[in-house]
């Protein structure tokens, strides 16, 4: 059986997926599977496709010192154990700066390009790259593709690209690039099957989870996003503030004699919803309480969507459809029902009961933008462009990639 590994390396986790290719060139979902509290407590989890638990152990603490230690643990289990030998790995890359507008093929050149991107996602690009250096020197000859979180939005105009900033930052990178690429490209590429009447049109996509952003799509392409030069921008998030007047930091720093290291660790860390309520950045745990602050930081997300949601609607000078997807726009049914209500003025009238039920068109018949809810799945998405790129190599014989 031909596989594909996909792997997302994070800072202290490596989340990978295994897909085999059938018979008639579909992906299909084999094994998930996480390596997580590495430099803490960490542990090898993973499951097969139907929920099964496969592996669940726990490693100490020397053994698993850094992320592609332990992308190699994960990668030896499903070798020596599960008898899966990869034709090829799609990476998620978070950064692929102003040039890749979609996957590459990965070698020396490209991860020399990509570490010049460093600078611009300093929390992920370099577990990336370092996981792919690793696996690089491992496996020679084993097809590795990165697949970029900034890709999909680099269709965007000068409008929805630049700051109002001297030029020369612009051209050293400073940009507007948006994020959750991989998610959206996602969505785009199925709501021609989920909603055809809208696909070409104009859609608003609410990626709201942990990290939590929108985009603009006009005819399934995006041409604005609510994240800019870094993922901290736009929505309020689990622990990110989303949009914040610049002059906060210059305060943190001048008034709170805050270092830039402490600063990005407070913005990455401490703000969002976590900050706001005080008590947790999980959605399920603020819906649970009936704290006060609770309710604000709820109150403060739905409030902020809205908004976001009128900006891009500006963009799109319209609105044909919405769309919630990741885990909060795809569990809260009470998320849901807040970001409709507040826009109904755009023409949205939900349905409760379709809502309640998680169905996957949740407005009424009668509503003139349509509301949809889509399950994400970024994994497929890069595995997909791992095969794709695979196959269109000049020496496209999948088996000869094979590691032994
Ligand atoms: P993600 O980053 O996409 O995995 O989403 C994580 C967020 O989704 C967390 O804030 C979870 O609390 C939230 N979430 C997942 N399922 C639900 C649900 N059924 N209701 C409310 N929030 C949920």
């Known amino acids: 059986m031909d596989t594909i590994l996909v792997v997302n390396a994070g800072s202290s986790s490596v989340k990978f997926q295994v897909f085999s290719i059938e018979g008639d060139g579909k992906l299909q979902r084999q094994i998930k599977g996480q390596m997580d509290g590495i430099g803490t407590r960490p542990r090898l989890r993973a499951s097969g496709a139907d929920g099964s638990p496969l592996a669940d152990r726990a490693y100490p603490i020397e053994a698993v010192p850094d992320v592609p230690v332990a992308m190699g643990i994960a990668g030896d289990w499903l070798r020596n154990e599960l008898r899966i030998i990869p034709i090829a790995v799609g990476h998620r890359v978070v950064h692929g700066g102003p040039d890749y507008d979609r996957p590459v093929l990965i070698d020396h050149g490209v991860v020399a390009r990509l570490e010049r991107l460093i600078a611009l996602a300093p929390l992920h690009q370099p577990h990336n790259l370092a996981t792919i250096r690793s696996v690089l020197a491992k496996f020679p000859t084993l ?3 990165a697949c970029f979180d900034t890709a999909f939005h680099r269709t965007h105009d000068a409008m929805a690209d630049y700051y109002a ?3 020369q930052l612009h051209a050293e990178g400073v940009r507007r690039y948006g994020f959750h690429g991989l998610s959206y490209e996602y969505i785009a590429s199925t709501l021609p ?3 055809p009447e809208v696909a070409n049109g104009r859609v608003i996509v609410a990626h709201l989870g942990n990290g939590a952003s929108m985009v603009a799509l006009k005819d399934g392409r995006s041409v604005e996003s609510t994240m800019g030069f870094t993922a901290l921008d736009g929505l309020p998030m689990g622990t990110r503030p989303g949009q914040i007047d610049p002059g906060v930091v210059l305060y943190l720093i001048s008034e709170k004699g805050m270092s830039a290291a402490a600063v990005q660790d407070f913005l990455y860390r401490d703000c969002g919803l976590k900050g706001l309520s005080g008590i947790s950045n999980d959605m399920r745990e603020l819906e649970a309480s009936d704290d006060p602050r609770a309710i604000l930081a709820i109150d403060y997300f739905l409030y902020r ?7 891009l609607a500006a963009a799109l000078q319209g609105l044909d459809a919405f769309v919630f997807t990741a885990g ?4 809260s049914v009470r998320i849901r029902a807040g970001v409709a209500e507040r826009l109904g003025w755009l023409g949205v009238a939900l349905d409760p009961a379709e809502n309640s039920r998680q169905a996957r068109r949740i407005s009424r018949s009668d509503s003139r933008v349509p509301v949809y809810v889509v399950p994400t799945d970024e994994e497929l998405m890069i595995a997909r462009h791992t095969l794709s790129l695979l196959s269109s190599r000049p020496s496209a014989n999948p ?3 094979r590691v032994s």
Do not use: F
């Open 399 to 401: 088996n000869h990639a």
């Open 165 to 167: 900033i001297p030029h």
């Open 143 to 145: 097809p590795q593709v």
């Open 193 to 195: 099957h989920v909603a």
């Open 328 to 331: 909060i726009g795809e569990g």
């Open 305 to 311: 969507i809205s908004l976001n949601a009128g900006m």
